[in-house]
């Protein structure tokens, strides 16, 4: 499973084939110019949640490639009177898609649209196959529910927000990451706004203090995750 980062929240990832991104907030990111979003590939798109900085660019790379939209289920609905297609899915619950196994699961946010219309309960998602098993976590707090996930999932990468302000910041993560039983996180939602600038050194540093692996990409680089 390849993992690549497209900046703020987004990804693209690659397993069975298939090309899904994550959450693509690229066009109005100035960190992330050098991406173009109209060279992505696209059979899937997941959305943890409505927020602009997280559907920005979902109708302009939908539209192109046909992509299927899986979210909860208020936001496919949004997507679909615009035409595009979805899977919707409500936390808790999974479906066996044709690149692996997706959990919606439970996120503490808030998930309105732009608009301001309803855009369901923020989640993240669990994506399963035979390559490896990765949680997605979406923006959120540190959670109790995370202890949940190790029950039934043996996680080969978790993807946290670092950025604090709007989610959890670094120390959280950390416990989060003791709380998933996962040593290989991948930190996400920082340094795009002024808010949730990091010091990544530091960041770095605090979680090899606790023994665990902190992944900083640049933006549009790839992490390959394996079982
Ligand atoms: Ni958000
Ligand atoms: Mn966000």
Same mark, same amino acid.
């Given at each position: 499973?390849?993992?690549?980062? &497209?900046?703020?929240?987004?990804?693209?990832?690659?397993?069975?084939?298939?090309?899904?991104?994550?959450?693509?907030?690229?066009?109005? @990111?100035?960190?992330?110019?050098?991406?173009?979003? @109209?060279?992505?590939?696209?059979?899937?798109?997941?959305?943890?949640?409505?927020?602009?900085?997280?559907?920005?660019?979902?109708?302009?790379?939908?539209?192109?490639?046909?992509?299927?939209?899986?979210?909860?289920?208020?936001?496919? @609905?949004?997507?679909?009177?615009?035409?595009?297609?979805?899977?919707?899915? @409500?936390?808790?619950?999974?479906?066996?898609?044709?690149?692996?196994?997706?959990? =919606?699961?439970?996120?503490?946010?808030?998930?309105?649209?732009?608009?301001?219309?309803?855009?369901?309960?923020?989640?993240?998602?669990?994506?399963?196959?035979?390559?490896?098993?990765? =949680?997605?976590?979406?923006?959120?707090?540190?959670?109790?529910?995370?202890?949940?996930?190790?029950?039934?999932?043996?996680?080969?990468?978790?993807?946290?927000?670092?950025?604090?302000?709007?989610?959890?910041?670094?120390?959280?993560?950390?416990? !989060? !990451?003791?709380?998933?039983?996962?040593?290989?996180?991948?930190? =996400?939602?920082?340094?795009?706004?002024?808010?949730?600038?990091?010091?990544?050194? !530091? !960041?770095?540093?605090?979680?090899?203090?606790?023994?665990?692996?902190?992944?900083? &990409?640049?933006?549009?680089?790839?992490?390959?995750?394996?079982?």
């Amino acid at each position: 499973m390849k993992v690549t980062f &497209l900046g703020h929240a987004s990804l693209s990832i690659e397993t069975n084939g298939k090309h899904i991104i994550v959450d693509p907030f690229i066009t109005a @990111n100035e960190l992330a110019k050098d991406i173009d979003i @109209n060279t992505l590939e696209a059979d899937y798109i997941l959305i943890t949640h409505a927020h602009q900085d997280h559907i920005l660019d979902v109708e302009a790379i939908a539209k192109r490639t046909g992509a299927k939209v899986v979210s909860n289920y208020e936001i496919v @609905n949004y997507f679909g009177e615009k035409g595009i297609d979805g899977h919707p899915l @409500n936390h808790g619950g999974s479906w066996e898609f044709d690149f692996g196994k997706v959990t =919606y699961t439970n996120a503490v946010h808030t998930s309105s649209f732009p608009d301001g219309s309803y855009g369901g309960q923020p989640g993240g998602f669990i994506i399963a196959n035979d390559d490896a098993t990765i =949680y997605i976590a979406g923006d959120t707090a540190l959670t109790m529910d995370m202890k949940l996930i190790p029950m039934r999932h043996d996680l080969d990468l978790a993807i946290l927000p670092i950025g604090d302000n709007f989610t959890m910041g670094v120390e959280d993560a950390i416990i !989060a !990451a003791d709380f998933l039983e996962c040593t290989n996180i991948l930190g =996400y939602h920082y340094d795009t706004f002024g808010y949730i600038k990091i010091d990544h050194d !530091a !960041a770095v540093r605090k979680f090899i203090d606790a023994h665990r692996d902190l992944h900083l &990409l640049k933006i549009g680089e790839t992490l390959e995750i394996k079982k």
